[in-house]
C-alpha cells in the first residue's frame, strides 16, 4: 500500500501514539461541535470543564447526575463495533437521565483502553460517544484515558430539570407504562448467542442488533412526561421490565398487576418482518421482555382519560398494567390465570 | 472466633454480598453526611442524584468539572491500604477542582471491583472516598458498581466558581510559586521501592508515605488564590513539577525561569525530622520536585509587593521563580548555572 502515509503506519497502536498524541486526537473531535455559550472550557482544555450555569440550565431548577459503566467482559455483547461500544457508553447514562425526564447537557468520559489497541479503534469509540453525546444535544466537556486491561468507560452525565421524575410516587390505581417496546436487543442477544444454529431473515437479525449494540436513550420522551405532570413514578429499563418493576415497587412502596398481552415485545418494525416463529429460537416473548437492553422508560400515570390521550398523541408508549397495593406483590396476567413475577435481571456480583 | 456473627461469614467476599447488598452498604455510607438543601436526592435513592442548583452555587457563575481514574496495576503504588485508595480517587479529583480555583460540591465514583474482593476491603475504600470528600464538604452523590480484572476506580468530581482560574494567562514578568512543598510523596515512593536496602527514620518512613498514600487537595489555598485576583494562571502538580511547568507554559505561551534554591523540596516537618542523607538513598532534591504526587499548585501572579504579602499571608507558598518569553524555554537556575528542563513526568501509555 505505497499511498499509506508513514505517519499513520507508525502510530497504528495506542501506545506508539502515546498519551498525549490520543488525548489531542480525542479533545479535537469532542470539542468539535460544542456551544461555546455554555462551555467555556471544553474537554482537554485545562484542568476542569467550566461550565456557564445559567446559559446550560434554561432556568431549571435541578442539576440531575449520572454515573454508569460499560466494559468489555461485563457488559458488551459479541460482534459489537467500537463505534457502537462508544454509543453504548453515552446512551447508558443518557438513559438515566431520560428516566429522570431532564434535559442532558454534558457528559465526561473516562477510558481505560489496553496498551496494544490499534488507534482506529479508539477513534471510531471516540466517534460513537460524540455521535450519541451530540444526537441528544449533550457536550463531552471532560475526560481520562489509562491504560487498562481491558476497554472499560465509565459515563458520567449532567442534565438539568425542574421537576424530576421520582422512582418513588406510583399511587394504587395509577396506569403501568412503557415507551417504545421490549425485546429487542434480548432477540439480537438470542441471535448472536446461536447464529450458527438459527436462521432468521436478515431484516429481522439486522434490527435485532442494532437495538442490542446501538440503543436509543428515550430523552424526548422522558421530557414529554414530566412535562406532563401527569407521571407519578418513572425508571429506565436498562437490566429487564420485571427488575425495573420490582424497584419501581420497592420505592413506591406498591404492587403491580401486569397484563401479558400489553407488553409491547418487539417493534412494530420487527413485527412485521417476522416471517420466523421465536419458539423456534427456544425464545418467549415473556423471556425477551424481562431481558431488558431496549433503554425503554417505565412509568406510572395518574388515571385520567383526557391526561392519557394528551400523552399517548406525543409519544409512542403503551398501558401494561396497573398500580396495586404493596401487599399484592407483582403480578403478570394472561386472561385469567395470575403468575407471581420472579425477580430476575443482571447482577453485577 | 464464637463471637463473630454469622452474617459477616457468609458476607466474606463481595461475590456472596450481591451487588445488591453491596450497593446498600456503600449507599448507606454516602448518603449518612449529606446535606439534604443541597442534595435532594444523593447515591443510590434513584436513576440520577438531584442538586438544587440555587443551593449548591451560592451565586457562582460557573460549573466546573473534572473527571479521573486511579487503577490498581498503574496508579497505586504498593504498601497503600484500602482506605487510602479511596481517599486517593477522591483527592486527584478535587485536586483539580483546586486548580480552578474552585469550590467542590458534589462527587460520583464508579468502581470496578474483582469478584473476590473481601467485603471488610471496599467497605474501607468507600470509607476512604467519603472521608476525603466530605474534608472538603463534598457530598458523594453517585456511583456505579462493575466486576472488573483489578480494582479501578474514576471519580468525577463537580464544583462552582466565579472566577476559574486558567493554565492561560501568565504573563512575562509573573512571579512562579508553588503551594506547600513537593517531593514528599516521591521521597515515599523511594522508601518503597528500596525498602529492605536502606535505613530512614521512622518518623521520615511514616510522613513520606503518608504524603504519597493520603495526597491533600489544596482545595482552600486554590480559593484563596483564585479570590486574590492576583493569579494569572494555575494547574495542579499531579505528575511532577517539570510537566506542570511545560503544560503551563504551552497554555500561556511564555517560558519560565525556575531558581533550583527556591524550590520547597521536603516539607518542614521532614526536612526537621531530616537526620538522614538524601544521597544515601539515591535520590537528588531535584528529582524528587520532579516526580509529583503531592498535588500541591504551581500558579503565577501578577508582580505586586502588596499582593504577594497578602497572598503569602493567607496559604503557604513559596515564590520559586519568574515567567520569561515563550522562546527561553523552560530553565532551571542554580546559582550562574542555567539548565534547560527536561519534560519528564508519568505518561500512561
Same mark, same amino acid.
Given at each position: 500500500? #505505497?499511498?499509506?502515509?508513514?505517519?499513520?503506519?507508525?502510530?497504528?497502536?495506542?501506545?506508539?501514539?502515546?498519551?498525549?498524541?490520543?488525548?489531542?486526537?480525542?479533545?479535537?473531535?469532542?470539542?468539535?461541535?460544542?456551544?461555546? %455559550?455554555?462551555?467555556?472550557?471544553?474537554?482537554?482544555?485545562?484542568?476542569?470543564?467550566?461550565?456557564?450555569?445559567?446559559?446550560?440550565?434554561?432556568?431549571?431548577?435541578?442539576?440531575?447526575?449520572?454515573?454508569?459503566?460499560? %466494559?468489555?467482559?461485563?457488559?458488551? &455483547?459479541?460482534?459489537?463495533?467500537?463505534? %457502537?461500544?462508544?454509543?453504548?457508553?453515552?446512551?447508558?447514562?443518557?438513559?438515566?437521565?431520560?428516566?429522570?425526564?431532564?434535559? #442532558?447537557?454534558?457528559?465526561?468520559?473516562?477510558?481505560?483502553? &489496553?496498551?496494544?489497541?490499534?488507534?482506529?479503534?479508539?477513534?471510531?469509540?471516540?466517534?460513537?460517544?460524540?455521535?450519541?453525546?451530540?444526537?441528544?444535544?449533550?457536550?463531552?466537556?471532560?475526560?481520562?484515558?489509562?491504560?487498562?486491561?481491558?476497554? !472499560?468507560?465509565?459515563?458520567?452525565?449532567?442534565?438539568?430539570?425542574?421537576?424530576?421524575?421520582?422512582?418513588?410516587?406510583?399511587?394504587?390505581? +395509577?396506569?403501568?407504562?412503557?415507551?417504545?417496546?421490549?425485546?429487542?436487543?434480548?432477540?439480537?442477544?438470542?441471535?448472536?448467542?446461536?447464529?450458527?444454529?438459527?436462521?432468521? &431473515?436478515?431484516?429481522?437479525?439486522?434490527?435485532?442488533?442494532?437495538?442490542?449494540? %446501538?440503543?436509543? #436513550?428515550?430523552?424526548?420522551?422522558?421530557?414529554?412526561?414530566?412535562?406532563?405532570?401527569?407521571?407519578? $413514578?418513572?425508571?429506565?429499563? $436498562?437490566?429487564?421490565?420485571?427488575?425495573?418493576?420490582?424497584?419501581?415497587?420497592? $420505592?413506591?412502596?406498591?404492587?403491580?398487576?401486569?397484563?401479558? +398481552?400489553?407488553?409491547?415485545?418487539?417493534?412494530?418494525?420487527?413485527?412485521?418482518?417476522?416471517?420466523?416463529?421465536?419458539?423456534?429460537?427456544?425464545?418467549?416473548?415473556?423471556?425477551?421482555?424481562?431481558?431488558?437492553? +431496549?433503554?425503554?422508560?417505565?412509568?406510572?400515570?395518574?388515571?385520567?382519560?383526557?391526561?392519557?390521550?394528551? !400523552?399517548?398523541?406525543?409519544?409512542?408508549?403503551?398501558? !401494561?398494567?396497573?398500580?396495586? &397495593?404493596?401487599?399484592?406483590?407483582?403480578?403478570?396476567?394472561?386472561?385469567?390465570?395470575?403468575?407471581?413475577?420472579?425477580?430476575?435481571?443482571?447482577?453485577?456480583?
Amino acid at each position: 500500500m #505505497p499511498n499509506k502515509p508513514l505517519s499513520k503506519e507508525k502510530e497504528r497502536f495506542i501506545e506508539q501514539l502515546g498519551e498525549r498524541g490520543l488525548i489531542e486526537t480525542i479533545v479535537t473531535k469532542f470539542n468539535a461541535n460544542v456551544n461555546r %455559550q455554555i462551555v467555556t472550557v471544553g474537554a482537554g482544555e485545562d484542568d476542569c470543564a467550566v461550565i456557564d450555569v445559567d446559559s446550560a440550565r434554561g432556568g431549571r431548577k435541578y442539576l440531575v447526575v449520572t454515573t454508569d459503566t460499560v %466494559q468489555e467482559s461485563t457488559h458488551l &455483547p459479541k460482534g459489537i463495533s467500537p463505534f %457502537q461500544i462508544g454509543w453504548t457508553a453515552a446512551a447508558v447514562n443518557l438513559s438515566d437521565i431520560a428516566a429522570m425526564g431532564a434535559h #442532558p447537557f454534558a457528559f465526561t468520559v473516562a477510558m481505560g483502553i &489496553p496498551a496494544h489497541t490499534e488507534t482506529s479503534f479508539m477513534e471510531e469509540v471516540v466517534e460513537g460517544i460524540e455521535k450519541c453525546a451530540s444526537a441528544y444535544h449533550t457536550a463531552v466537556v471532560g475526560g481520562d484515558v489509562t491504560r487498562s486491561k481491558e476497554v !472499560i468507560l465509565t459515563g458520567t452525565c449532567f442534565g438539568f430539570a425542574d421537576r424530576p421524575v421520582r422512582r418513588a410516587g406510583a399511587e394504587i390505581g +395509577d396506569l403501568v407504562c412503557v415507551t417504545g417496546s421490549l425485546g429487542n436487543a434480548a432477540l439480537g442477544m438470542n441471535l448472536i448467542k446461536r447464529d450458527r444454529e438459527i436462521k432468521v &431473515p436478515m431484516k429481522v437479525e439486522e434490527i435485532a442488533k442494532k437495538a442490542l449494540f %446501538q440503543p436509543l #436513550p428515550r430523552i424526548q420522551e422522558g421530557i414529554a412526561l414530566a412535562d406532563s405532570g401527569l407521571v407519578t $413514578s418513572m425508571i429506565d429499563i $436498562s437490566d429487564g421490565l420485571a427488575l425495573s418493576l420490582a424497584e419501581l415497587a420497592k $420505592s413506591s412502596g406498591v404492587g403491580f398487576e401486569i397484563y401479558e +398481552d400489553k407488553v409491547p415485545v418487539l417493534s412494530e418494525e420487527l413485527r412485521t418482518a417476522e416471517t420466523f416463529d421465536l419458539s423456534s429460537i427456544g425464545v418467549e416473548r415473556r423471556a425477551l421482555a424481562f431481558y431488558g437492553g +431496549d433503554y425503554e422508560l417505565l412509568f406510572t400515570i395518574d388515571i385520567d382519560a383526557n391526561g392519557l390521550k394528551r !400523552i399517548s398523541e406525543t409519544i409512542n408508549m403503551s398501558v !401494561i398494567g396497573k398500580v396495586t &397495593p404493596h401487599e399484592a406483590g407483582i403480578y403478570f396476567k394472561k386472561g385469567e390465570e395470575k403468575e407471581k413475577i420472579e425477580l430476575v435481571g443482571y447482577q453485577h456480583f
